[in-house]
């Protein structure tokens, strides 16, 4: 089975403060992707990596940088936390490539993140 | 531009009533993926099933079926016999071959069984 561990499930931090968000998944997948999850907002995303040390922007990256030192490693980094950061973030992994297995994302837990 | 509609917010049921789930997308791609995921209480993204734009058949997977229509843009989701286990947010989303890592997700819509 597909794991992808988020490294909190709930997280206070305070406004100004800089927070870091770990994702790991262990099925070797290419491409890592971070989200958050609003009411009545679905899911959106803030970057996708598709490969070590690379990244792209998704719709809402403002605010947010990542990190993908490790293959497994994707990393959400909020350099200085606003209320308006407050939110569920959603980690998933996916395979890169052909066949069957290919571009069904793969969910962590969550962390729920409140900035105060 | 891709865009995913889901235009039931919320839901409830009876537990053994028969739910279904819509879900109506915008794509200008011939080739593209629909997806549906649950989001139980405990948080994590389950992946339900996945369709591609070529196949038109309904599926069939124990209570859960799907009915994609691509004349109508729809992929719609049908819980037969409904439980209180499959009280949970769901997910329809969207992905094109040409960008195939990105997926678009609608809004959600939240069920709930009543037992």
């Known amino acids: 089975d597909v794991k992808v561990t988020q490294s909190s499930r709930y997280l206070v931090k305070r406004t100004g403060e800089k927070v870091f968000l770990e994702c790991v998944q262990d099925m070797d997948h290419e491409n890592m992707f971070w989200y958050r999850q609003d009411p009545g907002l679905g899911l959106r995303l803030i970057y996708f990596s598709y490969d070590v040390k690379m990244k792209e922007k998704g719709d809402i990256p403002e605010g947010y940088s990542v990190s993908r030192e490790k293959k497994e490693r994707f990393s959400l980094i909020l350099e200085s936390a606003s209320t308006n950061q407050t939110s569920m973030y959603l980690c998933?992994?996916?395979?890169?490539?052909?066949?069957?297995?290919?571009?069904?994302?793969?969910f962590g837990a969550g962390t729920r993140l409140s900035v105060l | 531009a891709q865009k995913v509609t889901q235009a039931q917010t919320e839901i409830s049921v009876v537990e053994k009533e028969d739910v279904t789930l819509d879900c109506v997308y915008e794509?200008?791609?011939?080739?593209?993926?629909l997806f549906w995921y649950k989001q139980p209480p405990s948080g994590e993204l389950v992946f339900l099933i996945r369709r591609n734009s070529f196949d038109e058949q309904n599926e069939i997977s124990g209570r859960y079926s799907w009915n994609f229509q691509k004349s109508t843009s729809s992929f719609n989701f049908t819980i037969t016999a409904s439980q209180v286990v499959d009280s949970a947010v769901y997910f329809c989303a969207l992905s094109d071959l040409n960008t195939g890592n990105q997926f678009y997700f609608g809004t959600g819509t939240s069920l709930t069984v009543i037992p």
């Open positions: 998933a992994s996916s395979l890169a490539g052909g066949g069957l297995a290919k571009n069904i994302q793969y």
């Open positions: 794509t200008r791609d011939t080739t593209y993926y």
